[in-house]
């Protein structure tokens, strides 16, 4: 049975073009969610019709397939932003280094490790996104969430078991469509958010196209610094390759394929076990075709 969706849509979009790694074949469906509103009538479409559905942001942290996905793929648009006193209440689809960089800005410490991190506010929670030793689930007072039926759902952060680059939510199915974070007052927020980017800026391939890190640090070891003392700086598979500014992504030199980054993923964890008996973990999220 052909499949109709009744809210504006667009059919066999290169995913490549929403993709940080410009990687990624066509979406069967593609829209734009710009409220909740929007967002839940997508998704109890989606659930009734039984359309594969994938919530979308920057683009990071994601490798689409070459053969792209045979579902629905909403690019989340939801950028509203409430302040109240140290309360900053955002929609998820609000750029997170934006967010770091205005709260900042105006004297509010808590997000400025956000500088930099190529991710939305709902990437950021998803992935509970950190840097220097801070995470989005430090400052996170509660979240909005509209699960894969449509229904509207509430969690404060007491509720939710976040962890290292991980969070409930990559277990669930639906989207984040809020988050409400507490910051405090601090004289030197824009300074140390400055500080985070420079480094950033410095230490990563932050101009080349790569999906951000592509594997977690393993307990008590940096996945970097392992990789790069196995001599896999520059290793290239088709257009992939391993940077050589910062060994733990993987970047896109032109014309790579998903096939590229996951035989270069494959080889790197190989290497790794071999000659130091570590298994390195996959920090991208891949996306099925199906």
Known sequence: MKKRLPFPHQTQVPLSDYSTFAIGGPARFFAK????????EMLSVAYTQGIPCCVLGKG?????DDKGFEGLVILNRISHLVQEEGYFTVGSGYSFPRLGKM???????????????PATVGGAIYMNAGAGGQETADRLKYVRYINERGEALVFESRQLNFGYRSSPFQEMKGAIV??????????RAR???????NYRLKTQP??????????????GHSAGALIDACGLKGLQRGG?????QHANFIVNR??????????????VKERVFREKGITLEEEIRRIAPF
């Open 254 to 267: 032109g014309g790579a394929s998903a096939a590229d980054v996951l035989g270069l993923i494959d080889e």
């Open 103 to 117: 709260t900042a800005r105006l004297g509010w410490s808590g997000l400025e490790f956000a500088a930099g991190i």
């Open 178 to 187: 809020e988050g409400c974070f507490e910051l405090q007052p601090q004289a």
């Open 33 to 40: 969610a710009a409220t909740i509103k929007a967002m839940q």
């Open 191 to 197: 300074e140390e958010q400055a500080e985070h980017l």
């Open 60 to 64: 990071s942290n994601t490798l689409f």
């Open 240 to 244: 992939a390759a391993i940077s050589n």
């Open 206 to 219: 932050y101009k080349e196209r790569s999906a951000g890190c592509a594997f977690r640090n393993p307990i």
